[in-house]
């Protein structure tokens, strides 16, 4: 569900002209590439939050910002 929702974020900032299509794909290659990086040394608990957490913090973190 989070990867959905950034998914849906970076399209509509293309499609609103916020972001070229170019920086959408480098910043999706930037964070695949830290992750290939970082995947020995993540936490075991980063993997074991449930979609409905991830959700709920990223709400969170936008009604923190009001």
């Known amino acids: 569900m989070a990867l959905l929702l950034c998914e849906s974020l ?7 002209q916020v972001i ?3 920086a959408a794909l480098s910043a999706i ?3 695949l590439e830290l992750m290939q990086e970082d995947a ?3 936490p ?3 993997g074991d939050i449930s979609p409905t957490a991830l959700i709920e913090r990223i709400a969170a973190t936008f009604a923190a910002k009001k």
Do not use: D, F, R
């Open 44 to 46: 075991p608990e980063i």
């Open 20 to 22: 070229s299509h170019e």
């Open 10 to 16: 970076l399209h509509v900032l293309v499609e609103q």
């Open 40 to 42: 020995e040394a993540m």
């Open 29 to 31: 290659q930037s964070v």
